[in-house]
């Protein structure tokens, strides 16, 4: 079964910083690109960063370049999301998901349930 369990989430005074882990099992995370989601209250999904397998790159929203870093541990079958300098505004559910191969270019296939991420002003 292909399941995705997000953790490290939790309530953070702005400026500060958490580590997002995305632990993956039922398949190989070296096989496929995974990314990280966020929606907030009364927002849309949308797209924070992806570690692409094709290629190695990595992609992020501009609401989050310099702050964000995306990384995998294959030993762990896990990716993590060092977030850095924290804003209000990136008060999210954050996410993780799975793409159906290795770029992030392609559909997505699996999700994880969420972790809660609130930074205070």
């Known amino acids: 079964e292909v399941q995705l369990v997000e953790s490290g989430g939790g309530l953070v005074q702005a400026g500060g910083s958490l580590r997002l882990s995305c632990a993956a099992s039922?398949?190989?995370?070296?096989?496929?690109?995974i990314g990280w989601f966020r929606q907030a209250p009364g927002k849309e999904r949308e797209g924070v960063s992806c570690?692409?397998?094709?290629?190695?790159?990595?992609y992020y929203a501009d609401s989050v370049k310099g702050r964000f870093t995306i990384s995998s541990d294959n030993a762990k079958n896990t990716v993590y999301l060092q977030m850095n300098k924290l804003k209000p505004e990136d008060t999210a559910v954050y996410y993780c998901?799975?793409?159906?191969?290795?770029?992030?270019?392609?559909?997505?296939?699996?999700w994880g349930q969420g972790t809660q991420v609130t930074v205070s002003s």
């Open positions: 570690i692409s397998r094709s290629d190695g790159s990595t």
């Open positions: 039922g398949f190989t995370i070296d096989d496929y690109a």
């Open positions: 998901a799975a793409r159906t191969g290795g770029s992030c270019h392609l559909a997505l296939r699996s």
